[in-house]
């Protein structure tokens, strides 16, 4: 299958400053990527839909000036938790759509990134 | 009423065991049904998945969906150790991009 990454796997941070996350299709051209949010023993939940080159999509409840989402390439999304507190410690999933997903509903995820806010 | 419900768990079996998981959901709109494995502190994996109603196989894993019940399944025949993740249902309505709709997922421990 399709290959996406993500960068860092795992990031600890101090209450109050900002955690850059990237997702990237390694081996296609992501149109559509998806970042989801996962406590733990909880399911996968969507915060927002980016399309390249355009904004994002947020979810009802999802703050956007809190959860920057950049979608420059047909590769790379990123996303930003700005002033980061305790309660932001969760496992950011991305996933990604692109040409190699013949069916449309077909999305690939990347391995996660563990935040910690201290 | 959440949109998906999963089977609460966790689940543990004896290698070799039929596993039977199971999804209900409400919205009718949702055309295209699968099923995710999860490893502990990894992105899901997709293993099965189906347009409206009916069945599809594939290995060890047959897929199962009922709309008119609104219900969706997953068996996964002769179990082994190597299959114990967390299993999550997810659907989408469809159309270009859809986004996904997750199950709470259930945790699956076979034993040797």
């Known amino acids: 299958g399709a290959v996406v990454s993500q960068h860092p796997s795992w990031v600890i941070c101090k209450s109050g400053t900002s955690v850059k996350i990237e997702c990237r299709s390694l081996d296609f051209q992501a149109t559509t990527m998806f970042w989801y949010r996962q406590f733990p023993k909880q399911s996968l939940m969507l915060m927002a839909t980016?399309?390249?080159?355009?904004?994002?999509?947020?979810e009802q409840g999802v703050e956007k000036d809190k959860f920057l989402i950049n979608h420059a390439s047909l590769t790379l999304s990123t996303l930003t938790v700005t002033s980061a507190h305790p309660e932001d410690s969760s496992f950011y999933i991305c996933?990604?759509?692109?040409?190699?997903?013949?069916?449309?509903?077909?999305?690939?995820f990347g391995p996660g990134t563990r935040l910690t806010v201290t | 009423q959440k949109e998906v419900e999963q089977d609460p768990g966790p689940l543990s079996v004896p290698e070799g065991a039929i596993v039977s998981l199971n999804c209900t959901y409400s919205?009718?709109?949702?055309?295209?049904f699968m099923w995710y494995r999860q490893y502990s502190r990894k992105g899901p994996e997709l293993l099965m998945y189906t347009y409206s109603s009916g069945n599809k196989e594939d290995g060890r894993f047959t897929a199962q969906v009922d709309k008119s019940s609104k219900y969706i399944s997953l068996f996964i025949r002769d179990s082994q150790p190597s299959d114990s993740a967390t299993y999550l249902c997810a659907m989408s309505a469809g159309g270009a991009n859809s986004k996904l709709t997750f199950g709470k997922g259930i945790t699956l421990s076979v034993r040797p």
């Open positions: 919205n009718s709109a949702f055309q295209y």
């Open positions: 996933s990604a759509w692109g040409e190699r997903g013949h069916l449309s509903y077909e999305q690939y």
């Open positions: 980016s399309n390249e080159g355009s904004k994002a999509t947020y």
